[in-house]
């Protein structure tokens, strides 16, 4: 199992290669993956049916627990078998809808990888696992989106997409972590049986917020919906993929995956219940404003994910059930008619269809296609979508919370969905014929064998539901968590689901005959969208650009004394904090200091002070000279001659270096203002009081033994010095003092070439420069 | 001893840095000084101060007599202070390079890379 999905992404990266042999024909060669995979899923079928369990073992990281373990239980082959099914007859249309594209291999390349990718994702157990597949088809389904990297729209799509779904990748990241420390597993298994323990946990409202962010931002619900119909930039074959089977699938699958040991609450019943009803009514309704037929479709997918994650809220039996179904549904029709949507813009060469009619007598397999498909969207009978209303409907009715609230927009939202289905189905087939920017005519066998076999499917288990109830019931099994028979039936009897499903057609036809009118009134609230949540992405976009110049313009401003003082702000304040909170400082010690000691110390002191406020260059650096004999001296005084004797004799250099530079340096500016010099005071005073304290704190502080010990045993005896000092240096640590010696090459050769190179070379190119004032 | 060592750090340390938040280079320079300078005697002081007891080994003898001072920070002390030569040189000739060519000695008016 995992062979075949990581081999899928190797045959991925030889797309390229199989363009070379076969040419157009590559997308053929390589939906043999999907189908191999499908025909392997429908071997195993029968077992997962009668209620086993498959998990392929993988270690990955065992360390870390970390596995790559895949499960497959009815859930995961549901959409295991949509995503290779599907996926087979996408490979196949896009050979056809993108014919003689010159760059075929790289869509191949990654829409096998996405392919893959949402594989991984289904079916991984290991939470880990799943989030990495999880990020993968992010990132796959971008290169997809931006597939026409020329155009700036579809890169700005793309773009958005990335965002907003990658955002929501890091709050379930936060989800699953917190989740994985509930549970103590990294395993989707393994949590099963816990449900309670997990429910009453008190990481569990974080935690469901953050899997929200991370569901509802991948499968576009509201205030996130803006991405999907924006995601129509991709080519068809792509946006047939996503909508139907994949990527917006991904937040339901894991809502789905999680419900049993998750669900049921009173937070999860009432967010799920209440967002996703309000998705199913912006979808269905932004559905109406378009004349495009893409994004039509695409707000009746952003209705159809909204519908999925009110039922997973409402969380009956009635409901999963229905969930089951509807995501059948929706993945069959939504397939079709993507595909078909792709023949039209192929054939016709436009999207609107208002611009679009009669073109049911020239391509009459399009045509029924769309049909059956659309009547499936609008749940008429029939059609597997009927089926899947007519529970939607019942479970609806039956929901405990928000009750009257989401009938009231389960009914709009199907009357504009049956609306939305009518406008797809009729408006470009019937009517009269209008000019085009192509002359139409049937699509080609490649592009019409998706639509063909999907919309038969939605009209075989509408005819014979019967046929689905194993694969239907496993699936609800797994996202309830309990075994659940389940037999679907088309016809319920005469009952209210039934009586709001004729009220919704009947008023969705209606709304379908004065479709021009309303898009008129409708027109008349864009204000109001323009205020929508997509304002909200853009603005906190420019935000993000503004807050990081701003950042920018502070921070790395090239001026290095804010750096520094920026450092020094944060060592002085952290250290600062740490020191104050966390220890007592024991200001009492015995002042054991003899006079001489005490001449040096002053000595060294004063030096650096008068360092500092000297005007003449040379007394500043007799000063600071001073300061360095007296740590001489001190070093003497302590025990510590060789570095006495090597202090002494680099003063006396730098003494010497400095004389010789200063000359050609300039004098000492007079550049800040009074201001500037008491707050660089402040800094400097607050940074050494912050090291005297820390001094203080550390001396005689031993955390663990010192190696001296070993190193003063050893000297003689390994070493043959008897300075140990030296022996440290020469012999212990003799690397560190090969390091040493090439620092200081280093800086003798940067030294030297500097000084090569002379000026006048410099002024020689430049001759207008001035002479310098100061010699 | 120590205490009083703590406060000579802090102050050259503070010396140090005020010198390096001027803009005048040569200011900087001599802060850098100051700064290295500073940081030897905290490395040495940090270990403890020990009078009189030089981490020699008598002739003869294959270990000292009695307690010594702690040789380790001293031999890093003694590779940081050469060290510290080495870097105060190389700035030392860049910045008369930098000056030479750009003819500045604010560092305000060296942060663009045109001259």
Same mark, same amino acid.
């Given at each position: 199992?995992?062979?075949?999905?990581?081999?899928?992404?190797?045959?991925?990266?030889?797309?390229?290669?199989?363009?070379?042999?076969?040419?157009?024909?590559?997308?053929?060669?390589?939906?043999?993956?999907?189908?191999?995979?499908?025909?392997?899923?429908?071997?195993?079928?029968?077992?997962?049916?009668?209620?086993?369990?498959?998990?392929?073992?993988?270690?990955?990281?065992?360390?870390?627990?970390?596995?790559?373990?895949?499960?497959?239980? $009815?859930?995961?082959?549901?959409?295991?078998?949509?995503?290779?099914?599907?996926?087979?007859?996408?490979?196949?249309?896009?050979?056809?809808?993108?014919?003689?594209?010159?760059?075929?291999?790289?869509?191949?390349?990654?829409?096998?990888?996405?392919?893959?990718?949402?594989?991984?994702?289904?079916?991984?157990?290991?939470?880990?696992?799943?989030?990495?597949?999880?990020?993968?088809?992010?990132? *796959?389904?971008?290169?997809?989106?931006?597939?026409?990297?020329?155009?700036?729209?579809?890169?700005?799509?793309?773009?958005?997409?990335?965002?907003?779904?990658?955002?929501?990748?890091?709050?379930?990241?936060?989800?699953?972590?917190?989740?994985?420390?509930?549970?103590?597993?990294?395993?989707?298994?393994?949590?099963?049986?816990?449900?309670?323990?997990?429910?009453?946990?008190?990481?569990?409202?974080?935690?469901?917020?953050?899997?929200? $962010?991370?569901?509802? *931002?991948?499968?576009?619900?509201?205030?996130?919906?803006?991405?999907?119909?924006?995601?129509?930039?991709?080519?068809?074959?792509?946006?047939?993929?996503?909508?139907?089977?994949?990527?917006?699938?991904?937040?339901?699958?894991?809502?789905?995956?999680?419900?049993?040991?998750?669900?049921?609450?009173?937070?999860?019943?009432?967010?799920?219940?209440?967002?996703?009803?309000?998705?199913?009514?912006?979808?269905?309704?932004?559905?109406?404003?378009?004349?495009?037929?893409?994004?039509?479709?695409?707000?009746?997918?952003?209705?159809?994910?909204?519908?999925?994650?009110?039922?997973?809220?409402?969380?009956?039996?009635?409901?999963?059930?229905?969930?089951?179904?509807?995501?059948?549904?929706?993945?069959?029709?939504?397939?079709?008619?993507?595909?078909?949507?792709?023949?039209?813009?192929?054939?016709?060469?436009?999207?609107?269809?208002?611009?679009?009619?009669?073109?049911?007598?020239?391509?009459?397999?399009?045509?029924?296609?769309? $049909?059956?498909?659309?009547?499936?969207?609008?749940?008429?009978?029939?059609?597997?979508?009927?089926?899947?209303?007519?529970?939607?409907?019942?479970?609806?009715?039956?929901?405990?919370?928000?009750?009257?609230?989401?009938?009231?927009?389960?009914?709009?939202?199907?009357?504009?969905?049956?609306?939305?289905?009518?406008?797809?189905?009729?408006?470009?087939?019937?009517?009269?014929?209008?000019?085009?920017?192509?002359?139409?005519?049937?699509?080609?066998?490649?592009?019409?064998?998706?639509?063909?076999?999907?919309?038969?499917?939605?009209?075989?288990? $509408?005819?014979?539901?019967?046929?689905?109830?194993?694969?239907?019931?496993?699936?609800?099994?797994?996202?309830?968590?309990?075994?659940?028979?389940?037999?679907?039936?088309?016809?319920?009897?005469?009952?209210?689901?039934?009586?709001?499903?004729?009220?919704?057609?009947?008023?969705?036809?209606?709304?379908?005959?004065?479709?021009?009118?309303?898009?008129?009134?409708?027109?008349?609230?864009?204000?109001?969208?323009?205020?929508?949540?997509?304002?909200?992405?853009?603005?906190?976009?420019?935000?993000?650009?503004?807050?990081?110049?701003?950042?920018?313009?502070?921070?790395?401003?090239?001026?290095?004394?804010?750096?520094?003082?920026? *450092?020094?702000?944060?060592?002085?304040?952290? *250290?600062?904090?740490?020191?104050?909170?966390?220890?007592?400082?024991?200001?009492?010690?015995?002042?054991?200091?003899?006079?001489?000691?005490?001449?040096?110390?002053?000595?060294?002191?004063?030096?650096?002070?008068?360092?500092?406020?000297?005007?003449?260059?040379?007394?500043?650096?007799?000063?600071?000279?001073?300061?360095?004999?007296?740590?001489?001296?001190?070093?003497?005084?302590?025990?510590?001659?060789?570095?006495?004797?090597?202090?002494?004799?680099?003063?006396?250099?730098?003494?010497?270096?400095?004389?010789?530079?200063?000359?050609?340096?300039?004098?000492?500016?007079?550049?800040?203002?009074?201001?500037?010099?008491?707050?660089?005071?402040?800094?400097?005073?607050?940074?050494?009081?912050?090291?005297?304290?820390?001094?203080?704190?550390?001396?005689?502080?031993?955390?663990?033994?010192?190696?001296?010990?070993?190193?003063?045993?050893?000297?003689?005896?390994?070493?043959?010095?008897?300075?140990?000092?030296?022996?440290?240096?020469?012999?212990?640590?003799?690397?560190?003092?090969?390091?040493?010696?090439?620092?200081?090459?280093?800086?003798?050769?940067?030294?030297?070439?500097?000084?090569?190179?002379?000026?006048?070379?410099?002024?020689?190119?430049?001759?207008?420069?001035?002479?310098?004032?100061?010699? | 001893?120590?205490?009083?060592?703590?406060?000579?750090?802090?102050?050259?340390?503070?010396? /140090?840095?005020?010198?390096?938040?001027?803009?005048?280079?040569?200011?900087?320079?001599?802060?850098?000084?100051?700064?290295?300078?500073?940081?030897?005697?905290?490395?040495?002081?940090?270990?403890?101060?020990?009078?009189?007891?030089?981490?020699?080994?008598?002739?003869?003898?294959?270990?000292?007599?009695?307690?010594?001072?702690?040789?380790?920070?001293? /031999?890093?002390?003694?590779?940081?202070?050469?060290?510290?030569?080495?870097?105060?040189?190389?700035?030392?000739?860049?910045?008369?390079? /930098?000056?030479?060519?750009?003819? /500045?000695?604010?560092?305000?008016?060296?942060?663009?890379?045109?001259?």
């Amino acid at each position: 199992m995992q062979l075949a999905v990581l081999g899928g992404f190797v045959l991925a990266t030889f797309a390229p290669l199989l363009h070379r042999w076969f040419g157009d024909r590559a997308g053929q060669v390589m939906a043999l993956l999907p189908g191999g995979l499908a025909l392997w899923l429908l071997f195993q079928m029968p077992a997962i049916l009668g209620g086993e369990v498959m998990v392929f073992e993988q270690a990955w990281v065992p360390g870390l627990d970390i596995t790559l373990t895949f499960l497959l239980d $009815g859930l995961s082959l549901l959409f295991a078998l949509l995503i290779s099914v599907i996926g087979v007859f996408v490979l196949v249309y896009a050979s056809g809808y993108l014919e003689g594209h010159p760059d075929m291999a790289r869509f191949h390349v990654v829409l096998v990888a996405f392919m893959m990718s949402m594989l991984g994702l289904v079916l991984a157990d290991n939470m880990v696992a799943f989030f990495v597949f999880w990020e993968l088809t992010s990132v *796959t389904s971008y290169l997809l989106i931006g597939f026409n990297h020329t155009d700036p729209d579809a890169r700005k799509s793309a773009l958005q997409g990335l965002f907003v779904t990658a955002g929501g990748g890091l709050a379930l990241m936060a989800a699953l972590v917190m989740l994985g420390i509930m549970g103590d597993t990294w395993s989707f298994q393994e949590l099963l049986g816990q449900g309670d323990a997990l429910r009453g946990h008190d990481l569990y409202f974080p935690m469901l917020l953050c899997l929200l $962010g991370g569901a509802f *931002t991948k499968s576009a619900q509201f205030p996130f919906h803006f991405w999907l119909p924006n995601a129509m930039a991709a080519p068809t074959p792509v946006s047939a993929y996503l909508h139907s089977a994949t990527m917006v699938k991904a937040g339901i699958y894991v809502l789905a995956r999680l419900h049993p040991s998750l669900g049921g609450t009173e937070s999860w019943v009432t967010l799920l219940s209440l967002f996703g009803a309000v998705t199913m009514f912006i979808g269905a309704f932004l559905a109406l404003r378009h004349t495009g037929i893409k994004s039509l479709l695409a707000y009746s997918t952003v209705m159809a994910l909204g519908t999925l994650t009110m039922l997973l809220g409402i969380g009956t039996d009635e409901a999963l059930t229905a969930f089951v179904a509807f995501l059948l549904a929706h993945s069959l029709y939504k397939g079709a008619l993507f595909m078909v949507a792709g023949i039209l813009d192929h054939e016709t060469g436009t999207k609107d269809i208002s611009a679009m009619g009669g073109l049911g007598r020239l391509m009459p397999v399009t045509a029924v296609c769309a $049909g059956v498909a659309a009547l499936s969207l609008g749940g008429v009978l029939p059609l597997f979508g009927f089926v899947a209303k007519e529970l939607m409907f019942e479970s609806v009715l039956h929901a405990e919370r928000l009750s009257l609230f989401v009938q009231l927009l389960s009914l709009a939202a199907a009357i504009m969905t049956l609306a939305a289905a009518a406008i797809v189905a009729l408006r470009p087939f019937f009517g009269k014929q209008r000019d085009l920017p192509k002359t139409p005519h049937e699509g080609p066998p490649s592009m019409l064998v998706g639509p063909v076999v999907l919309a038969g499917l939605s009209l075989l288990f $509408g005819l014979a539901p019967g046929l689905v109830n194993g694969l239907v019931g496993a699936a609800v099994t797994s996202v309830r968590g309990e075994a659940l028979p389940v037999s679907l039936s088309l016809w319920h009897g005469v009952n209210l689901a039934l009586v709001l499903s004729l009220v919704s057609l009947a008023v969705g036809l209606l709304i379908f005959r004065h479709w021009e009118r309303w898009r008129g009134w409708l027109g008349k609230l864009d204000p109001l969208f323009a205020r929508g949540p997509e304002a909200g992405y853009f603005w906190s976009m420019d935000m993000i650009v503004k807050v990081s110049s701003w950042q920018t313009r502070m921070l790395q401003n090239g001026y290095m004394r804010n750096y520094l003082v920026m *450092t020094l702000l944060v060592l002085v304040g952290l *250290t600062g904090y740490t020191l104050w909170s966390r220890h007592v400082l024991s200001l009492s010690f015995a002042l054991d200091v003899r006079f001489h000691e005490a001449v040096v110390a002053g000595l060294m002191m004063s030096g650096a002070v008068v360092a500092c406020v000297m005007r003449p260059r040379l007394a500043a650096v007799a000063a600071v000279g001073t300061m360095g004999f007296g740590i001489a001296l001190t070093f003497v005084m302590f025990s510590a001659p060789d570095l006495g004797i090597t202090q002494l004799l680099v003063e006396t250099l730098t003494v010497i270096l400095m004389i010789l530079v200063l000359f050609r340096l300039p004098r000492f500016a007079n550049l800040s203002t009074h201001l500037e010099r008491v707050r660089d005071l402040v800094i400097a005073t607050a940074t050494g009081v912050l090291v005297t304290l820390l001094v203080l704190e550390v001396v005689d502080h031993r955390f663990f033994p010192s190696i001296s010990d070993y190193m003063i045993a050893n000297s003689q005896p390994e070493g043959h010095g008897h300075n140990i000092v030296n022996v440290i240096l020469v012999d212990f640590r003799a690397l560190d003092t090969l390091g040493e010696m090439f620092v200081l090459a280093l800086a003798a050769i940067g030294v030297f070439a500097m000084l090569r190179f002379h000026a006048d070379e410099y002024e020689a190119r430049q001759p207008e420069r001035e002479e310098p004032s100061d010699g | 001893m120590e205490p009083l060592m703590a406060v000579v750090i802090g102050v050259i340390y503070s010396a /140090a840095i005020y010198m390096m938040l001027r803009r005048s280079i040569v200011k900087l320079v001599i802060g850098l000084m100051l700064l290295s300078n500073g940081a030897n005697l905290l490395i040495f002081t940090s270990a403890g101060l020990t009078r009189g007891a030089p981490p020699l080994i008598p002739e003869g003898l294959s270990a000292p007599l009695g307690d010594v001072a702690d040789p380790l920070p001293q /031999a890093l002390v003694l590779t940081a202070i050469v060290i510290a030569f080495g870097v105060l040189s190389f700035a030392v000739v860049l910045i008369r390079r /930098a000056y030479e060519i750009v003819r /500045a000695d604010d560092l305000d008016k060296m942060k663009d890379t045109d001259t």
